[in-house]
């Protein structure tokens, strides 16, 4: 993972450089500046309006008792995407104005989602004894088990049940 922001930490620089001669070429230095700061002030403007309605979905779903999950990874999508859009360059401001389409964010969501599940480790612990463990990939593990549910006996209460 390092070694790809390396990449990125690289090329994007220098691709955003290539864009810039490209795009100067095209229209001229002014005209290029001019939606440099265009996009800035544009994404600004859409980061504060999504910014607040995304605050404000989020707080009703905490006032309501619910985990705002979806609204949190909106709210970091939309930090990315104003963190791209003040980044002078096109290719940031491209990259950033995706972040601000919902149905993109959504998608997003999602794939993450399933690459998180696919590679996560479950674990149950009951009185700090593992009783499951689940692997992704859907390997069978061997493994023992003790039965722990109590069988009405001469010696025990049927009525007696355990704590849960």
Do not use: K
């Not at 390396?6 to 005209?31: D, M, Q, R, S, Y």
């Not at 009405?152 to 007696?160: A, F, Q, Y």
């Amino acid at each position: 993972m390092g070694f790809l922001i390396l990449i990125a930490l690289i090329c994007v620089p220098l691709i955003e450089i290539a864009v810039f001669i490209e795009v100067g070429g095209l229209v001229g230095l002014w005209p290029t500046l001019a939606l440099i700061v265009l996009t800035a002030v544009l994404g600004t403007w859409q980061l504060r309006a999504q910014g607040l309605a995304t605050l404000s979905r989020a707080r009703s779903q905490m006032e309501r008792g619910e985990m705002p999950a979806r609204e949190l990874f909106n709210g970091l999508c939309l930090l990315g995407a104003g963190a791209l859009l003040l980044t002078p360059g096109f290719v940031t401001d491209s990259l950033g104005a995706l972040l601000f389409v919902p149905p993109l964010r959504d998608a997003l969501r999602r794939a993450i989602g399933r690459y998180i599940a696919a590679r996560a480790e479950t674990r149950v612990f009951v009185d700090g004894r593992e009783v499951h463990r689940h692997h992704p990939g859907g390997r069978t593990i061997d493994g023992e088990y003790d039965d722990l549910t109590e069988r009405p006996g001469p010696d025990r209460d049927p009525s007696r049940r355990l704590p849960r």
